[in-house]
């Protein structure tokens, strides 16, 4: 059974840290994918990386694919308190089913 | 981006009532829909995948007969929780993708209380 741990599940912070999620696996997805989600509200993608090692940025958000696509981390530089939200990764199975396997998720609170 | 879309945003039921939620995507045919459940703060739980024509496929531990599933056209499919009890309350949220490695676009999910 393929798993993606993510950690932390809870984080709440000041306005203006920085932090990091981790997403990790010993299994190999074909892509990752980065979701944010609001309470009452469907996840929204907001990235998807494919290539072992790749770094993509968007704005404060930036994220990271290992080497052996087996892991994943997104790093939010000077957070603010509209960054709050669930946080959540999904890797792609390489297989034939191709289905997104979750991570747990990171609940996150950004206060003023 | 594509647009999915579910009705209904909220539902209030009675134990023992059926409710059905659909699923659409508006903008795009999706051969594959998927049907999640989600309590609060945590994560998504696939519990079923659905193509266009054919039976869903269940995950482990979830009762086809309770969640029938229905993917009659390539833009709709419904999830019909029967004999509804109040710990099936949850956030129900669909998905769907063109095809097999595409992008999965969710629904705005369907909040689902039983009395």
């Known amino acids: 059974t393929q798993l993606l741990e993510q950690s932390p599940q809870f984080l709440s912070i000041q306005e203006g840290e920085n932090l990091t999620v981790y997403c990790n696996s010993s299994?190999?997805?074909?892509?990752l994918q980065w979701y944010r989600q609001e309470p009452g509200e469907g996840p929204v993608l907001l990235v998807t990386?494919?290539?072992g090692g790749e770094v993509k940025k968007l704005k404060r958000l930036t994220f990271q694919f290992g080497d052996a696509r087996k892991d994943s981390s997104l790093h939010i530089t000077a957070a603010q308190p509209g960054d709050t939200g669930l946080y959540l990764c999904?890797?792609?199975?390489?297989?034939?089913?191709?289905?997104?396997?979750w991570g747990l998720g990171t609940s996150l609170a950004v206060n003023p | 981006g594509a647009v999915v879309s579910q009705h209904p945003s909220r539902v209030i039921c009675k134990s023992g009532t059926s409710v059905k939620i659909e699923c659409r995507s508006l903008?795009?045919?999706?051969?594959?829909m998927f049907w999640y459940r989600q309590f609060p703060k945590q994560s998504l739980m696939l519990m079923a995948t659905?193509?266009?024509?054919?039976?869903?496929?269940?995950e482990q531990g979830v009762e086809k007969d309770k969640f029938l599933i229905n993917h009659a056209s390539l833009t709709l499919s419904t999830l019909t929780v029967t004999s509804a009890h109040p710990e099936d309350s949850s956030f129900y949220i669909c998905?769907?993708?063109?095809?097999?490695?595409?992008?999965?676009?969710f629904g705005p999910g369907t909040r689902l209380t039983v009395l």
């Open positions: 998905s769907a993708r063109y095809e097999a490695g595409a992008t999965q676009y």
């Open positions: 903008d795009f045919q999706a051969t594959t």
């Open positions: 659905s193509n266009e024509g054919s039976k869903a496929t269940y």
């Open positions: 299994s190999v997805f074909s892509s």
């Open positions: 990386v494919v290539t």
């Open positions: 999904a890797g792609l199975n390489a297989g034939n089913n191709r289905k997104l396997i």
